[in-house]
């Protein structure tokens, strides 16, 4: 009797944790390890095999969003929104918020910068959205409507 096999999926943070696993010195097999993540010895051949890429874009992510990232799609201009994600992180860094309006108008600053023309990118609400979603950022940039509050209560309070 042939066992059912279940279309669970990788997230970011198991994909690096075999990628680790499988760097070692004296590693373990491959069916090994797909049984230990409950997954077919083809998904960790491919993890395997696309270990690059998968340490390459898990760097950008944070431990949170690796745990919810199970599937990832790649952005059409990767150079913009690296460049936009450090920009980002640090303003994050220095607790200035970020805005979506401010997001936008620096991706079309950068976009600018790196010759690629209006017609090719357009820095729509909706490449944000996804922007936000590839990069794991939607807890960190703010509401514009949550900015405006905030400055008005703080200029409520200076007075």
Known sequence: ??????????????????????SKTNPPS??????????SEVAIRKVWEKRDSILERSALLSEEAKQKTFRTSVGRFTEL???LYIWIDSMRHAKLPVSPSLAILKAKSIASTLSISNLDFKASWQWLS???????????LLLEKELRLTK????????
């Open 1 to 22: 009797m042939s066992k059912k096999l279940t279309n669970k999926r990788l997230n970011e943070s198991q994909r690096c944790e075999i990628i680790s696993k499988l």
């Open 30 to 39: 491959k069916r090994v390890l797909a049984r230990e993540y409950d997954v």
């Open 81 to 83: 929104e690296d460049m």
């Open 130 to 140: 996804h922007f936000r979603s590839r990069r794991g950022l939607q807890k960190m």
């Open 152 to 159: 008005m209560t703080q200029n409520y309070y200076q007075c």
